[in-house]
């Protein structure tokens, strides 16, 4: 059984996606590409360029972002306007006429790649989730399961606690914590005295945390160490508690050769028993290496010898990663390549691991089971 650990379904764009108003997701949106692995252009003449005119220097929050008509527009684009000129960043494969994905269209994704069952990830761009993951979770619970998702930065206050109760009242099996406090600034960090409740119910939920760590306030090494510091924190704390590192190590800090090299405080976080890995590189290298990504292959033999295949889960980002490769390529460069892993270690990165951490296994012999 292949399981994608990091997958999406969302409403279409141009509306609020959850969120209390359209124009508070078009913020979330533009946040999302200030700093894209995805490439923007000129609307004239396609000339690439650097979407640095959607920021102001120096402020990395929602007040630091410019008011340039930031808007959805078709083909995967998201368009704004800048004295005058239309750019666009191609977000998502251009494809896509309309910014939409739903529960069908991914299915029908699915079964082409061969893929069997779709973690759903959420927040932020993507939209305030809970609902749709959830209705998708119950219309179809042999494909996908569902991860909650709440405003992280403020996850002391009663409404997110509630929000928390309410989600898993739907049935979500997970936590997506995107770790974006861009939107109330970077005052208080993931480890924070403060979120100590928040905490708390997740790990009295004993909802799995899928947490994908950014390198804000700086976009630099020392932002995202500080980051790293401030997730071992909580590791620590709850060490019987399950966390997944969405996106894996970052390569562009750890990296930058071609091998992995970690510092000891890294390493040492990486190592703990309650973390496990995402693999995922397509996303973020796919439009730097080409197919079958033989630079990706190179860390993921170095992390099976680092860490071993149990510590490995395998994730796509689809439908996003499609402006790079096809979904089947995306799973095939582990599935049909990687010559080092044995067939064993490829069921366990591919999709064993994920089963075991969601409880995948565990539902669907229960659901098989007659009533007595």
Not at 116 to 140: E, T, V
């Amino acid at each position: 059984m292949i399981v994608d650990c990091h997958a999406h379904i969302f409403e279409h764009w141009q509306g609020a996606c959850g969120h209390p108003s359209a124009a508070i997701h078009l913020k979330y949106l533009q946040k999302v590409v200030t700093r894209p692995a995805a490439r923007a252009f000129r609307a004239r003449d396609g000339k690439q360029i650097k979407p640095t005119m959607l920021f102001r220097p120096g402020d990395n929050t929602w007040a630091g972002l410019t008011d340039v008509g930031f808007r959805v527009g078709r083909y995967g684009q998201l368009a704004f306007t800048h004295e005058g000129e239309d750019y666009y960043v191609q977000y998502m494969p251009v494809g896509m006429q309309e910014i939409a994905c739903s529960p069908d269209f991914m299915i029908a994704q699915m079964v082409n790649a061969g893929v069997d069952h779709c973690i759903l990830q959420a927040g932020g761009g993507y939209g305030a989730m809970n609902d749709y993951n959830g209705f998708a979770q119950r219309a179809y619970p042999d494909r996908f399961t569902g991860l909650l998702n709440i405003d992280e930065a403020m996850a002391d206050r009663p409404e997110q606690l509630a929000e928390v109760d309410r989600a898993v009242a739907l049935g979500l099996k997970g936590l997506y914590y995107a770790h974006d406090m861009s939107r109330h600034g970077y005052a208080r960090n993931l480890d924070h005295r403060d979120f100590a409740p928040f905490w708390d119910k997740i790990v009295g939920y004993k909802l799995p945390v899928f947490l994908e760590l950014s390198s804000t306030p700086n976009y630099d090494k020392p932002s995202y160490m500080d980051n790293l510091r401030a997730l071992d924190a909580v590791l620590q704390r709850h060490r019987s508690h399950r966390f997944l590192f969405v996106m894996g190590p970052s390569a562009a800090h750890f990296a930058p050769n071609g091998r992995w090299e970690f510092p000891h405080e890294a390493l040492a976080v990486f190592k703990r028993d309650n973390l496990q890995l995402e693999v995922m590189f397509p996303i973020s290298w796919g439009g730097v290496w080409d197919y079958p990504y033989p630079e990706a292959q190179a860390l993921i033999r170095e992390m099976r010898d680092l860490f071993g295949a149990a510590k490995l889960i395998w994730g796509s980002d689809m439908p996003n990663v499609e402006r790079f490769c096809t979904y089947r390529q995306c799973v095939d460069y582990v599935r049909r390549h990687c010559p080092f892993l044995s067939a064993a270690e490829k069921d366990l990165i591919l999709g064993g691991n994920a089963a075991e951490l969601i409880g995948l296994k565990q539902r669907a012999a229960s659901s098989n089971r007659s009533p007595s």
